[in-house]
């Protein structure tokens, strides 16, 4: 005889009144403080061995050298299948410039290196604080690394005569010139010039892409630059080009001219010097490559052809006794020592570093990349940059509605 229909709703509830006691029960074990005091102190081993493995790299007095796991926690694997070449982000940055350099790797982090996860170095003349090793490498998606500079490559060579120096950095000062007065950036210029691929940190990579404090990515790279420079035998790419100020290279190009007569065998056919002079070499025009963007060969600059230039700059003494900049250096030796075919100009990569922007200049390749830069903005066919030049130069044919942005 069935059951009573009230009996039913009874039977219902205390199954379900039991079935609830039996769940609390299970969950509260899960969380026993009681659990075996051995699987307590894994579980805090393993937490504590991630931290100090994410968190707290070294301990102690600063090393010259650091390089932190691959790749920070959290941060997804490269999007981008395929072969890497052995190539660097680097940059070389003070503590204080953190949040400025924080800034930039979420840039090219996000636009770039999130798909392929290259490594990164950091250089420093001071060691790298926590603070600054903690943030950085919670950006980057490759294998951070962190260089002490050896005092010998930040300081002044013995054969500077420090009076003629000093009276250098007075007198523009009193002119009014951009870091006319300042040692430091002296120290900079050169080092960028002569020393940034010598670091020890950099001596295994073929391939590096320099990157500052503020600067801003526009646009979506969804192919890996460092093997388009390798496939394509390029030696050096840039974004931004523009006429140096005259009165910090006064006297540069009569050692490029006397360099050049003593190293005849160094300067390659078919070079830029369409790009640096418009009298065949008589007179330097001004025109360099920004170096704060460049993307090139750490073998170019290693070679015989690079070294005898740089040093025969840095005996002449014209990073101190005038204000010798490294993208004039890193230029002209790139358009004299390579042919023009291995000069790359990156017109894809939306690129702004305070004051300039380089957006690209059609609709299509804007939509393509998904860039946010500003057209107009754009300063490739602005009166004062060098990158038409560069066009008539290597013969190629200006983008569709350049017109449109010139001044």
């Keep these: 005889m069935p059951a009573p229909h009230n009996t039913r709703i009874l039977r219902l509830l205390l199954l379900t009144v039991f079935s609830i006691i039996v769940l609390y029960k299970i969950y509260t074990s899960t969380y026993d403080a009681n659990l075996p005091t051995a699987n307590v102190s894994k579980f805090a081993h393993e937490k504590l061995e991630s931290a100090k493995q994410h968190l707290n790299f070294h301990s102690g007095p600063p090393k010259d050298s650091l390089t932190t796991p691959n790749h920070a926690p959290g941060l997804p694997a490269a999007t981008i299948p395929g072969e890497r070449v052995n190539a660097t982000f680097v940059t070389l940055a003070r503590n204080s410039d953190i949040w400025e350099i924080a800034k930039s790797i979420r840039h090219v982090e996000d636009r770039f290196n999130r798909k392929f996860n290259y490594d990164w170095v950091f250089l420093n003349d001071k060691p790298f604080d926590d603070e600054f090793i903690k943030v950085t490498s919670n950006l980057v998606s490759g294998k951070t690394k962190y260089g002490l500079i050896p005092e010998k490559h930040w300081s002044f060579p013995d054969h500077i005569d420090q009076d003629k120096a000093k009276k250098t950095r007075e007198d ?236």
């Design 172 to 407: 523009m000062h009193a002119k009014g010139v951009i870091y006319g007065d300042s040692i430091s950036y002296r120290h900079m210029c050169r080092f960028e010039s002569g020393f940034f691929f010598q670091q020890d940190l950099m001596k295994e990579y073929e391939y590096y892409w320099r990157v500052e404090p503020s600067i801003e990515l526009y646009c979506d790279i969804d192919y890996d630059v460092f093997k388009y420079m390798k496939d394509n035998n390029k030696k050096y790419g840039f974004t931004l080009s523009l006429y140096e100020y005259i009165e910090t290279i006064p006297t540069l190009w009569e050692s490029t001219k006397a360099f050049m007569k003593e190293h005849p065998e160094h300067i390659a056919k078919d070079n830029g010097m369409k790009f640096l002079s418009d009298d065949g070499g008589n007179t330097y025009n001004r025109c360099h490559f920004w170096s704060n963007f460049e993307v090139g060969s750490l073998d170019f600059w290693r070679g015989q052809a690079y070294q005898d230039y740089f040093n025969k700059l840095d005996q002449d003494g014209g990073f101190f006794y005038e204000r010798w900049g490294d993208a004039p250096v890193h230029s002209i030796a790139a358009a004299l020592l390579l042919p023009k075919d291995e000069l790359h100009f990156f017109n894809d990569i939306g690129y702004y570093h305070v004051p300039f922007t380089h957006c690209p200049t059609s609709e299509e390749d804007r939509t393509k990349g998904k860039c946010t830069c500003e057209p107009k903005k754009n300063f490739d066919w602005k009166g004062y940059s060098c990158t038409s030049r560069y066009f008539d130069m290597m013969g190629m044919q200006k983008p569709a509605g350049y017109e449109k942005q010139m001044d």
